[in-house]
């Protein structure tokens, strides 16, 4: 019984409020009406409340079985979906005018009565009787998963109920009752109105309002609902679309409906029922777990382990392959490791051990104990021994056999002997499917067990199937008959079919695709979730077999057919309630010591509402006591009890948690600023954010994670913006600017806009704040945009202004990025001596203590690691190739210390180049495919092109001609993609030399002149003698007789190389052209001209080069 005053609960049968109190509403016993203490009469049927006149204080059934919660303050509300019901008597003006005052006031009360006793028993709240209107809320005080299914049978309810009055007013004064309803559904704000003794709590918003008008356009003895309320209810009801309402103070009509009534085809099935899930993008990974379960059948053991993240389909894919081998003959054992027994030892060896032996549910100790023993019988396994090992285990009788004098580690090896020995013994008779999901869970008893399964499993008929999400690592080592199958986020083209199949088919709006894509991330879980909830919730419709917005399209949040569903449970938890909406404030996941901090009730109180969230499984539990921590199981119940609370009561927790993280957590704080920084921002304190966001991206790029460090920077520049204009202000958006620049870069590339608008921004802020020494991390930013974007001459312009403001600071790390700039731009414009003296200047200041860290803000890799892998480059076409090799293994060796993920990617993909350029393909090809891995994991757009490209290129030299060239092709098309504009000439030369390879003469000297007129443009020439070369070779092919163009193109190879020194690319032009003069008959001249560049090498004698020069040297010299 709760009190209208202070919304308490009381218990039944009390006449006042136990809190406050105040008198509490009474209820006739005839007819259910709630009349005011102290009324003799009832106001719903004019009798005595009670018979002995004394009424009975209101009892609602919702009510009774809503935990107790305390009240709020009176200035607290609380926001939530209501379906609003107004009920409005018809002609009531008319009607006084022809009855007895007395008989008006009977037959109101006699409406209101019947009204009142429709409405309890669809458990809604009469919130206001106004005059002859009825303004009912379905939804609160306590919600309901069917809330707008209830307004509308209510509504009907009352329809029917009126129509059933007694007929004297019409028979003996002509006149009739009859109602009209009007219903819709939307956000309100419930609180305290009113002032001094008349106080009472009401829904504000403009839902109320629009059902009042929605009555307003029935007819009399209908209802018409909104067309929100019919997106709940329209498989329930059958309705007639009344076409869009205009309805004044609104911008735009809305639909309205007349409700005609319950549909015929309505069932639960069809309330509930959505699309059926179908397996998208996952045909490889189905047909190798066949594969291997057709292995196992034949006595070949196999384990797989399937790793992803959660949502992206292992358990799916799990349940494909049971499906798949439904038919055979088999034994499916299942377990499922789980966050609370990761220590509990053995819990998944009980599992395992009671699925086969076959226990029931139901089955008693005794039972179960003697099922035991006969199972190992039919196994041949001695009891004797076996079952005093599974007694504690799986909780049996221990009276039957003697304990065992075992240390405890004897008893635990025993007892995963025995318990494999079962294993095996089943396998014997049926092949086993044996599944155990959640490995990331698992104890370290059941990982034992496990390890030992994986390494006896290749004689037996088994196929271990496990799953583990990516931070997995399996204990045991390698072996044939393992494989691991990685599951990545669907990519686009599968996440749009699978929501295709999710709409059967019809097309969903371009802007709602893009959305569903986005906002899911390519997880099935997510898309079949977030599909299911746009199709249901109103926003397209189906026209003409494909669906469409039926108005602008919004950022999708909760849809409102989950709202009252979540409402619901969390209105069951009575003060708990309150708890989850605290802990919804902290985040999705928080401990009990900081919610307690925050919260004020009391640490009993504070502990039983966690309990009970906990039973209701709305939270997830680790740990105990004072050190648990929580974790919304879902993501939605933690949004929907977030956004219950009123925004300023939003802002009032969080500059709470806030001012406790400060006091009482700096240890948090330091690890996570991301926590205060969200909580500043949403407390309004833009001031006291924007350092946490700075020091969250920070720590983020520290952890080589770019997206949440983009997000993190962005999020301060945004609230940086309002700040009053001050130096102070122009600083911090400069340190966040600066910061933000090379993680773009890095990860999205030096030539996307986002990166160009940070540099750009950070250089007019460093004009602004005079001279400040952070425009070096501008200025490098501009010149990554210059020499990534293939404009060498603007690089080598602000590369040497870099070096020039470097030296003024005398800052040793300044410098080092100075030459960092300059020896990348010095070795693609031809200079391999000048690159070279950059990198030794550099790798003289490089300290490994200081400087690792300064890749966080100059292009997002390490100084030394690039100078190494530089001077690889710059050393082969020197003419060292042994050397060379070193200086990469070097760079290689340098980022396994490093944990930088982008310098990782930089040594990898410029390590293929150098190992096609030594002509080790299949090198090359492998170091590629490791970068190729690595972008693809870390999402490197442009590292993960250019591996594509040289190892397409490896691909092709190893005679995989067509799918090389379609490799490079599909590179290309990537690194284009990224705005990059740098490096074409290299890709050009590579691709001309597999036209080359392939005879496709003119394909070849088209990227020859397109490459040619590059370096004729920008400057970047390292690769230009290495495309006359080619450009010889393909002449050459094309018209063997045409020679003198051929020999022009070699001689012009020849004179560029030597120009450069690089002295590697003469000794392909020194033996293209000798294999010339050899065919034209001038033997000697070849052998001089070989013998002259050949003669100067002094190392890589062992590289495919230099052995092809000595072999044609050697057929030279033999004639």
């Not at 939804?139 to 029917?160: K, M, N, S, W």
């Not at 990982?447 to 399996?474: D, I, M, S």
């Not at 410098?815 to 690159?835: E, F, K, R």
């Not at 030597?1058 to 000794?1067: C, D, G, I, N």
Request: charged share 20%; proline share 6%; glycine share 10%.
């Amino acid at each position: 019984m709760r009190c209208a005053r202070c919304e308490a609960d009381n218990r039944a049968g009390r006449r006042f409020c136990a809190r406050c109190g105040a008198p509490l509403a009474l209820a006739c016993v005839s007819c259910g009406f709630e009349n005011d203490p102290g009324d003799e009469f009832c106001g719903g049927c004019g009798q005595p409340p009670t018979p002995g006149g004394a009424s009975a204080p209101v009892t609602r059934s919702a009510e009774v079985q809503a935990p107790s919660a305390p009240a709020p303050p009176a200035d607290e509300g609380e926001r939530r979906q209501l379906s609003v019901m107004f009920c409005d008597l018809v002609g009531s003006t008319a009607l006084s005018s022809r009855l007895d005052p007395e008989e008006f006031r009977a037959a109101v009360r006699g409406y209101q009565a019947a009204s009142a006793v429709v409405i309890a028993r669809f458990e809604g709240h009469v919130a206001q009787y106004l005059g002859d209107g009825l303004l009912v809320y379905f939804g609160y005080p306590a919600a309901h998963e069917d809330d707008a299914q209830r307004a509308v049978l209510a509504g009907l309810g009352i329809i029917q109920a009126i129509g059933a009055l007694p007929a004297r007013l019409e028979s003996e004064r002509g006149v009739s009752l009859a109602v009209r309803v009007g219903i819709h559904t939307g956000p309100v704000v419930v609180g305290e109105s009113g002032g001094g003794a008349r106080r009472e709590r009401l829904a504000l918003g403009e839902t109320p309002n629009i059902a009042a008008r929605l009555q307003a356009f029935a007819e009399p003895g209908t209802v018409v609902i909104s067309g929100a309320t019919h997106r709940l209810v329209r498989r329930a009801f059958e309705c007639h679309d009344l076409g869009p309402q205009r309805i004044p103070g609104l911008d735009a009509p809305i639909p309205a409906y007349r409700v005609l009534g319950e549909s015929l085809a309505r069932s639960p099935a069809v309330d509930t029922a959505g699309p059926s899930s179908v397996l998208v993008g996952r045909d490889r990974q189905v047909a190798l777990l066949v594969e291997r379960w057709q292995d196992a059948a034949e006595d070949v053991g196999q384990v797989v382990l399937l790793t992803g993240e959660p949502g992206v389909g292992k358990s799916r894919l799990v349940q494909a392959l049971k499906e798949r081998v439904a038919g055979s003959s088999h034994v499916v054992l299942e377990g499922r490791c789980s966050p609370y027994y990761q220590n509990s030892p053995m819990h998944l060896v009980t599992q395992l051990l009671c699925g086969a032996v076959g226990f029931g549910p139901d089955d008693m100790p005794d039972e179960k104990l003697d099922r035991l023993e006969n199972v190992l019988v039919e196994l041949g396994i001695p009891s004797a021994e076996a079952v005093p090992l599974f007694t504690s285990l799986l909780a049996l009788p221990a009276n039957r056999y003697p304990a065992l004098a075992w240390t405890p580690q004897r008893q635990r090896e025993k007892t995963i002997e025995a318990v494999l020995a079962i294993l095996w013994s089943v396998a014997g008779r049926d092949p086993m499917l044996l599944v155990v999901e959640d490995l990331q869970w698992a104890d370290p008893s059941s990982l034992e067990l496990l390890t030992r399964l994986v390494e006896q499993a290749a004689p037996y008929r088994v196929f271990a199937l496990f799953t583990g999400r990516p931070e997995f690592r399996p204990p045991w080592p390698p072996r044939s008959h393992v494989s691991q199958v990685m599951l990545n986020r669907l990519p686009r083209r599968n996440v749009e079919e699978m929501v295709t199949n999710l709409t059967a088919g019809k097309p969903l709006p371009a802007g709602v695709l893009q959305q569903i894509v986005a906002r899911t991330d390519g997880v099935p879980l997510f898309v079949e979730e977030l599909t299911k909830t746009v199709l249901e919730s109103g926003l397209v419709e189906e026209r003409e077999g494909r669906y469409e917005l039926v108005g602008p399209l919004p950022p999708l949040g909760i849809p409102s057919t989950l709202q009252d569903s979540l409402a619901a449970r969390l209105d069951r938890l009575g003060e708990a309630k309150a708890v989850a909406q605290l802990g919804a404030t902290i985040g999705r996941e928080f401990s009990y010591e900081l919610l307690a901090a925050v919260s004020p009730l009391e640490p009993e109180r504070l502990r039983m509402a966690l309990d009970r969230l906990v039973e209701a499984e709305l939270l997830y539990r680790r740990g105990a006591a004072t050190s648990a921590t929580y974790v919304f199981k879902h993501g939605l119940i933690q949004e929907a009890a977030y956004q219950s609370l009123l925004r300023s009561v939003r802002q009032h927790y969080h500059r709470r948690i806030v001012q406790v993280l400060g006091e009482r957590f700096p240890a948090m704080l330091d690890a996570h600023p991301e926590l205060a920084a969200h909580h500043c921002t949403e407390a309004g304190l833009a001031a006291q954010a924007v350092p946490y966001w700075q020091r969250a991206g920070e720590r983020a790029i520290r952890r080589s994670a770019s997206a949440e460090a983009i997000a993190h920077l962005e999020k301060g520049i945004e609230l940086v913006g309002t700040l009053p204009d001050t130096s102070a202000r122009r600083e911090q958006e400069l340190e966040l600017q600066i910061s933000l620049g090379p993680v773009l870069s890095g990860s999205r590339g030096f030539a996307a806009p986002e990166t160009v608008r940070a540099y750009e921004r950070a250089r007019q802020l460093c004009s602004q704040l005079g001279g400040t020494p952070r425009v070096i991390p501008a200025l490098w930013g501009l010149w990554g945009y210059f020499a990534t974007q293939g404009s060498f001459r603007q690089a080598l312009e602000v590369g040497e202004e870099l070096l020039e403001r470097a030296r003024q600071t005398g800052d040793p790390g300044l410098l080092l990025q100075a030459h960092h700039a300059l020896w990348p731009v010095s070795c693609s414009m031809g200079d391999p001596a000048a690159s070279r003296a950059h990198i030794e200047a550099g790798q003289a200041l490089y300290d490994p203590e200081r400087h690792p860290a300064l890749a966080f803000v100059y292009g997002g890799h390490d100084a030394r690691v690039c100078a190494h892998t530089w001077d690889a480059l710059n050393l082969w076409k020197l003419g060292y190739p042994t050397r060379a090799l070193k200086a990469s293994q070097a760079g290689l060796r340098w980022t396994t210390q490093l944990s930088q993920p982008h310098s990782t990617a930089v040594t990898l993909v410029y390590g293929s180049l150098l190992k096609h350029l030594r002509r080790e393909e299949q090198a090359a090809r492998e170091v590629a495919d490791a970068c190729i891995a690595l972008a693809r994991e870390q999402g490197f757009p442009q590292w993960l092109s250019m591996a594509q490209i040289y190892g397409g290129s490896a691909l092709a030299a190893l005679g995989r001609m067509e799918e090389g060239l379609a490799e490079i092709r599909e590179g290309l098309a990537a690194y284009r993609a990224t705005g990059a504009g740098a490096e074409r000439p290299t890709f050009l030369t590579l691709l001309a030399e597999v036209h080359w390879r392939r005879g496709a003469w003119q394909d070849g000297l088209v990227a020859v002149s397109e490459g040619l007129d590059i370096i004729a443009e920008n400057g970047e020439c390292a690769f230009e003698a290495e495309l006359h070369r080619i450009r010889g070779e393909l002449l050459l092919g094309r018209s063997p007789a045409d020679q003198g163009e051929v020999e022009a193109s070699f001689q012009r190879a020849r004179g560029i190389a030597r120009s450069q020194s690089a002295r590697s690319w003469e000794l392909r032009a020194a033996t293209s052209l000798a294999r010339l003069w050899q065919r034209q008959g001038k033997r000697e001249d070849a052998r001089g001209l070989l013998g002259e560049v050949y003669a100067w090498f002094t190392e890589g004698f062992d590289t495919a080069d230099l052995k092809e020069t000595k072999a044609l040297l050697d057929e030279l010299s033999s004639a």
